[in-house]
C-alpha cells in the first residue's frame, strides 16, 4: 500500500518520540535529558498534526493544531525552568548530571 | 507552460545550482572562512534566484514583494552571522588555511 | 508524477528529521548537539508546512527552533563556564547499565505505537473540523486556529499565559541572570545590524498579529518576534542595558494575563459565561486580548531566556567577561 503523508509523518513523529524517550533515558547529562525531551515532545506533537491533517485540498482540523500551539509555548516554559534548575544543579554540586543515588547503592553493595 | 512559467523554472534551477555549489562547499572547504565563503553563494544567489523563480510562478506582486522582502532580511541576517562567526573564529587564533607547500 | 515528487519529498524529509533527531541526541558534544536540534526544528517547520499547519510551523521555527536554542545554548554556556574549573569532561558515554532492556521496551512501545496508528480507521471523519468550521462566521475572526485558541479554547490559551508566568516566578527563584558582559566590543557590524533589524522585527510582530485574525499568525508568532528582538538585544548590548527597572519586568510579564483575566470576569459580571464574548464584538475582543498578549509573551520569553531574575543595579560592578553565546558556534 502506499503511504499517505499523514501516516508517514504520524510514524516519523513515533520514531521521534521513541528517539527522545530513548536518550533521555540513557544519557545522563541533564542538558541532554531536556534535549531529549524536546525531540520527544516534538514526535508527539507530529502525530498530533498528521491525525489533523484532512488531505491536501482541505483545510486541516485546527483544534489539534491549537493543541500544538499551546503544548510548544508550554514545552518553552518548561525547558526555561529545567534549564534554570540544571544551571543551578551544577553550579552547587559541580556536576552535569544527577548520578548521585546510583554512586550510594553501589557502596552499599 | 507557458513563458513565464518556463522563466521561472529556470530561475529556481539556476538558484538550486547555486545551492548545491554553496552545500558542496560547505562539505569539502577545509576551513571555517573558506566555509562561510562557500556558504554566501547558496544565501546571496541561489536564495535569490528562487525568489525570484517562485515570484514569477506566483504571478502576484504583494508575494513578489514579500519573497523580495525576505531575501533581503535573510542576506542581512547571513552577512551579519558569517561576520560575527568569522571574527569569532579569528580571535579565536584559528588561522586561515594555506595550502601546503 | 507531482504527486510521485511529493512522495519522494515527503519521505527524504521525514528521514531527514529522524535523522537530524538522532544525531542530535547521540553526538558527543552537547554544543553539537543542540545545533543540530535547531536544524531539527527548521526541519520540523518544513514537515508542519506539509500538514497544512502555517501556524505551527510559524512557532515551531520561531519558538521551539529559536527561543528555545537560544535557551539551550545560553545555559550551556553557563554550565560551562563554571564548571570549566571544576573538572573537564563534560559528556558522558551512555552509561553502560542496561540498554537492551531500554531497547526491548522501546521497541515495544514502538510497536504498539505504529500498530495504533495503523490502526486508526481509513475513513475521514474531519474531527472537529465541521464544527469549527461551522461557527467560525460567529467567532469574530478568519483564522480557524486563532478561533479555537482564542474563542473556542479560549481557557486553555489564558492557562498557557498563566503557564508562561509560571515558570518565570519558578526560573526567578531558582537562578540569577548571567552576568552582564561588559565591554566585549561585538563589531560595528553587529550593532548596525541590531539598529536595523530591531525596528523591523517588532513590525513583522504587528503584522503577525494582525494578520492572525485572518491567516496564520496571531500572538504566540508575534510574542515570540518580541522576544527574539529582546534576545537580539540582550545579546549586542548586553543584558544591562536592557530594562532600567525590574517593576517593568514585573508588569511587562503579567499584562497579558491581567487583560484576559478583567475581561473574563468582566464578561461574567455581564450575566455570560467566562470569556463568552457578546454576539457581534468578538472579533475586536480578540484582538485586544491578542494584543496584550502579546506584549507579556514577548517578555516572558525574553525573562525566561534570560535564565533568571536580573540582577539588581547596584551589582553591575560586579563583572565577569562572558563569551558571545552565538560565536560558540
Redesign the interface.
Known sequence: MSLDPETLYALTGCGIFLIGLYSFSIYPHLIRKILALNIAGAGVYLVLASMAYQGKETVADPVPHAMVLTGIVVAVAGTALALALAGRISSETGKVDLEEPQDIEKEDE | MNGIEVLASIFIGIGLLFFIAGTAGLLRFPDVYMRLHALTKADNLGLGFISLGVGLQTGSWSIGVKLLLIWLAVLLASSTVSHLIARRALRGGMSPWRREQ | MIDLA??AF??LL?GL??WL??S???TQD?LK??VL?IA??LC?GL??V????P??AL??AA??SG??GA??LG??N??RL??AK??GD???L??P?R?WL??SG?MA??GA??WA??S?PPE?T????VP??RELPRSGVGN??T???LN??AY??LL?IG??L??VV??WS??KSRKPAQGVP??P??YG?AR??AP?LILIGGYFLWLGTSRAGGA?QAGALMAAVGVLLVLTYGPTRRVPAEWIDRWGSIFGLTVFLTLGIGFMLQGRAMLEYSAGSAGAWILVIESAATVS?GW??LL??L??RPQAASQKGILVEED?V??Q?
Open positions: 511529493a512522495k515527503d519521505a521525514a528529521i529522524l533527531a538522532w542530535s541526541l547521540s552537547i548537539g543542540i536540534f531539527f526544528g520540523m514537515a508542519w506539509r500538514l497544512n499547519a501556524d505551527i512557532v515551531e519558538v521551539a527561543i528555545t535557551m539551550l545555559a550551556w553557563k554550565m563554571s564548571l571544576m573538572r563534560e559528556t558522558k551512555p552509561e547499565g540498554p531500554h531497547i522501546l512501545m514502538g505505537l505504529g496508528i495503523f486508526i475521514n474531519g474531527g472537529l473540523l469549527a468550521m480557524p486556529v478561533a479555537a485558541l473556542y479554547r486553555d490559551t498557557e503557564v508562561l509560571l515558570a519558578g526560573v531558582i537562578a561585538r563589531g557590524i553587529l545590524f536595523i533589524s523591523l504566540f509573551i516572558t520569553l525566561l531566556f535564565g533568571g558571545e552565538e560565536g558556534a
